[in-house]
């Protein structure tokens, strides 16, 4: 089952977001996400958060609608984003997309790349998805699913990554170490398909630039 989770960042591409969603889908709404998921035309069947962000009008939307509604004070110790993404995998999910969770605050949006670290993560195929730009946590092994002319960036998180051997590349890497705070990895090029990438020890944010979007 997949979960695909509206946050209550930057939504500049709702086109992408409607064409991404298909038949079996757990629509979940992140607090004032889920005004992006009525604007591609999705009822949000879970809404997680304080609600803060939506009028009492939105409101009466969510309960005529039938949405289960998992209301959290504002003062708490996980983010409502955080909190959605422990729910979609309490529910069975098997990969997550996320929209609308970069852009506007710099802290939140750090935070939000940051939660793909999620050791409850660590078997879940879960992408943020902002734009033309798609992010994801390489651990072990990756077949990067993009097109010639991507630009894609490979950036440690949490420490150094050991043993990072990338293929498909315009500068392919070979059991090479990407240390923490070093921008090596950024701005390499998909010249093959597939491209794989594989790390030894650590972990990897790979972030891919559609070239054709």
């Keep these: 089952m997949r979960a695909v989770i509206f946050a209550n960042g930057v939504f500049s591409e709702p086109d992408r977001a409607r064409d991404s969603l298909r038949r079996g889908d757990l629509v979940m709404a992140v607090d004032g996400g889920t005004r992006y998921a009525w604007e591609v035309g999705a009822d949000p ?8 962000s939506l009028n009492e009008e939105e409101r009466q939307r969510l309960r005529s609608s039938g949405a289960e509604v998992s209301s959290f004070p504002a003062r708490k110790d ?9 729910r979609a995998i309490s529910e069975g999910a098997e990969s ?3 929209f609308g969770a970069l852009g506007g605050r710099l ?3 750090t935070a939000n790349l940051m939660l793909l670290t999620l050791p409850e993560l660590s078997e879940v195929d879960v992408r943020i998805v ?3 730009q798609t992010a994801f946590l390489i651990r072990g092994e990756r077949v990067l699913e993009g097109q010639l002319g991507d630009t894609v960036s490979l950036i440690p998180l949490g420490g150094d990554a050991v043993g990072v ?3 498909g ?3 392919p890497l070979d059991d090479a170490t990407l240390h923490l705070g070093s921008t090596r990895g950024i701005s390499n090029v998909q010249r093959k398909e597939p491209a ?3 790390v030894r020890q650590g972990q990897l944010l790979c972030v891919v630039t559609h070239a054709s979007e």
């Excluded at 069947?45 to 803060?52: A, H, P, T, Y």
């Excluded at 996980?78 to 422990?86: G, P, S, V």
């Design 78 to 86: 996980k983010t409502d984003l955080e909190l959605a993404l422990l």
């Design 165 to 167: 051997t990338a293929e």
């Design 169 to 171: 590349l315009e500068w």
């Design 45 to 52: 069947q879970l809404v997680i958060g304080d609600l803060d």
């Design 107 to 109: 802290d939140q949006t």
């Design 96 to 98: 997550i997309l996320i």
């Design 130 to 132: 902002e734009g033309n």
């Design 196 to 198: 794989r990438v594989r």
